[in-house]
């Protein structure tokens, strides 16, 4: 009788220990939000997950693709789980953000959730280290995250996978893409007046024109063949690393999480 109270006091003891410890590891939890940024007069949405600890920490934006079907959330999460918030959001005329899908409107759209989230009231209420931003991004995410990240001091790294250089693209290409566009039910937007605008800024749009302020700053480009590798080698320090995958990296993701992490790492 003796032993069997010794043991359910034991085993009392030990049961109240995790839920303490519990109690006290998550005062500052892990979290997940839906937030809504307006833009003029449209709202986009975002997502934010937000990482276990009180203190302010830096914070990966990720920047999607065309039409952004791979929204990176696994790398999002190994992320969190390392001590990083992250930031998904769909680009104005994207699944239902509201406005216009433009390519001005994307680079805007990314400096527009830099200012909300550096803010002092919001880089509070979500534990942001202010100006102490990554930009990462897939496709045409890759591009945008170097023309926004340049000159914004805020952006200390740009990393990217299977980046797309606007300014690198073919006549045969941006007819391709107009064809392509029309049928994307999931963007608010005119494939003409799209792809025309690319047209007119291939200069605007060539990551090279900030040349000397990249090579400032910690720069990855993950690819999945060698196209990008002519322009990538003009940025000074920029790290490139090729693997054997398709364009969304579909049996490559824990390698692409490991680099990108290592990166951040060091």
Same mark, same amino acid.
């Given at each position: 009788?003796?032993?069997? $109270?010794?043991?359910?006091?034991?085993?009392l003891?030990?049961?109240?220990f995790?839920?303490a410890a !519990?109690?006290?590891?998550?005062?500052?939890?892990?979290?997940?939000?839906?937030i809504f940024?307006?833009?003029?007069?449209?709202s986009?949405?975002?997502?934010?997950?937000?990482? &276990?600890?009180? $203190?302010?920490k830096?914070?990966?934006?990720?920047?999607?693709g065309?039409? =952004?079907?791979?929204?990176?959330?696994?790398l999002?999460?190994?992320?969190r789980?390392? =001590?990083?918030n992250v930031?998904y959001?769909?680009y104005r005329?994207a699944? =239902?953000? !509201?406005?216009?899908f433009?390519y001005?409107?994307c680079l805007?759209d990314?400096?527009?959730?830099l200012?909300?989230?550096d803010a002092?009231e919001?880089?509070?209420?979500?534990?942001?280290?202010?100006?102490?931003?990554?930009?990462?991004?897939h496709?045409?995410?890759g591009?945008?995250a170097?023309l926004?990240g340049a000159?914004d001091p805020?952006?200390?790294?740009i990393?990217?996978?299977s980046p797309?250089n606007?300014?690198?693209?073919?006549?045969?290409?941006?007819?391709?893409?107009?064809?392509?566009?029309?049928g994307?039910f999931?963007l608010n937007?005119? &494939?003409? &007046?799209f792809v025309d605008?690319?047209r !007119?800024?291939?200069?605007a749009?060539?990551?090279?024109?900030?040349q000397?302020?990249?090579?400032?700053?910690?720069?990855?480009?993950?690819?999945e063949n060698?196209r990008?590798r002519?322009?990538v080698?003009q940025?000074?320090?920029? !790290?490139?690393?090729?693997m054997?995958?398709?364009?969304?990296f579909?049996?490559?993701?824990?390698?692409?999480?490991e680099?990108?992490?290592?990166?951040?790492?060091?």
């Amino acid at each position: 009788m003796k032993n069997h $109270a010794l043991l359910t006091l034991t085993l009392l003891s030990l049961s109240s220990f995790p839920l303490a410890a !519990q109690g006290l590891r998550n005062e500052f939890p892990a979290t997940s939000e839906e937030i809504f940024i307006t833009i003029g007069e449209d709202s986009i949405a975002a997502f934010g997950m937000f990482a &276990a600890g009180e $203190a302010p920490k830096e914070t990966v934006i990720l920047l999607h693709g065309l039409p =952004g079907n791979e929204r990176n959330l696994d790398l999002a999460q190994a992320l969190r789980r390392e =001590g990083r918030n992250v930031i998904y959001f769909n680009y104005r005329g994207a699944w =239902g953000s !509201q406005g216009e899908f433009l390519y001005s409107h994307c680079l805007e759209d990314v400096t527009a959730v830099l200012d909300f989230f550096d803010a002092p009231e919001n880089a509070s209420k979500y534990r942001i280290l202010p100006n102490e931003y990554i930009l990462f991004g897939h496709s045409t995410g890759g591009g945008l995250a170097l023309l926004s990240g340049a000159e914004d001091p805020r952006v200390k790294r740009i990393g990217m996978y299977s980046p797309w250089n606007v300014s690198t693209t073919s006549e045969e290409n941006f007819e391709w893409l107009q064809g392509y566009l029309k049928g994307l039910f999931m963007l608010n937007m005119d &494939a003409k &007046a799209f792809v025309d605008e690319l047209r !007119q800024n291939l200069e605007a749009y060539d990551p090279l024109r900030h040349q000397e302020v990249l090579g400032t700053k910690q720069v990855l480009v993950v690819d999945e063949n060698e196209r990008n590798r002519p322009w990538v080698e003009q940025i000074e320090h920029a !790290q490139y690393v090729l693997m054997d995958t398709d364009h969304s990296f579909s049996d490559k993701r824990l390698e692409l999480i490991e680099v990108v992490s290592d990166w951040l790492d060091h």
